[in-house]
């Protein structure tokens, strides 16, 4: 038996040793995946995080492999490596401009500046011609319902609340939100 497969096999055992191994030898596909990722979100800084995300993937890969399928250890584990990275990179974005968004609307709509505000008003101006801007990009490309469903979402609404507060059934909110998401991923 090569190592590889042995150490395959004995990280199923809860070898940690053997899964080092494992790790030091995937490390070149990992670290691709990882550089891919990291370039598709360049103003987030997630390339640790990412390096983290497909290590747990590597175990997961080794744990649920089966070699009788007919499909080599290698190519298992990069294709649930890359499943999950694009989840990961999926699920950050979203929260990235979700917060985005909110901080925006917050700063936008906030009457009383807080006092550092106060004496940096250009710093304010800045912050209220950047959020305008934002809002009107995700304005003009989504619906009118979409937006509104949106901007409850970012004001931390679940979709159950949103559906009461719009009287729409909670899978027409869960559908619109997964509409918009696709929506605004084009404008990051």
Same mark, same amino acid.
């Given at each position: 038996?090569?190592?590889?497969?042995?150490?395959?096999?004995?990280?199923?055992?809860?070898? &940690?040793?053997?899964?080092?191994?494992?790790? @030091?030898?995937? +490390?070149?596909?990992?670290?691709?995946?990882? !550089?891919?990722?990291?370039?598709?979100?360049?103003?987030? @800084?997630?390339?640790? $995080?990412?390096?983290?995300?497909? *290590?747990?993937?590597?175990?997961?890969?080794?744990?649920?492999?089966?070699? $009788? /399928?007919?499909?080599?250890? #290698?190519?298992?584990?990069?294709?649930?490596?890359? %499943?999950?990275?694009? +989840?990961?990179?999926?699920?950050?974005?979203?929260? !990235?401009?979700?917060?985005? =968004?909110?901080?925006?609307?917050?700063?936008?709509?906030? @009457?009383?500046?807080? *006092? @550092?505000?106060?004496?940096?008003?250009? %710093?304010?101006? =800045?912050?209220?011609?950047?959020?305008?801007?934002? /809002?009107?990009?995700?304005?003009?490309?989504?619906?009118?319902?979409?937006?509104?469903?949106?901007?409850?979402?970012?004001? #931390?609404?679940?979709? +159950?609340? =949103?559906?009461?507060?719009? #009287? /729409? %059934?909670?899978? !027409?909110?869960? &559908?619109?939100?997964?509409?918009?998401?696709? /929506?605004?991923?084009?404008?990051?």
């Amino acid at each position: 038996m090569d190592s590889l497969k042995e150490d395959l096999m004995r990280t199923k055992y809860g070898d &940690n040793e053997a899964f080092r191994r494992l790790l @030091d030898a995937y +490390s070149p596909m990992i670290n691709s995946l990882v !550089s891919e990722f990291s370039r598709s979100c360049p103003t987030l @800084d997630i390339s640790d $995080d990412l390096k983290q995300e497909a *290590a747990i993937a590597l175990y997961f890969s080794a744990l649920s492999y089966k070699e $009788d /399928k007919g499909v080599s250890f #290698g190519l298992y584990a990069k294709i649930c490596t890359k %499943n999950r990275l694009t +989840s990961y990179v999926q699920n950050t974005v979203a929260k !990235s401009l979700s917060q985005l =968004i909110s901080d925006c609307v917050d700063d936008c709509f906030d @009457d009383e500046p807080i *006092a @550092d505000e106060k004496q940096q008003p250009l %710093n304010l101006l =800045i912050s209220k011609e950047n959020c305008d801007v934002l /809002k009107k990009r995700i304005k003009a490309e989504l619906t009118e319902y979409e937006y509104r469903v949106f901007m409850l979402y970012a004001d #931390g609404e679940t979709p +159950s609340q =949103i559906s009461k507060i719009l #009287g /729409k %059934n909670a899978k !027409s909110v869960y &559908n619109t939100l997964q509409r918009v998401r696709m /929506k605004l991923r084009k404008l990051v």
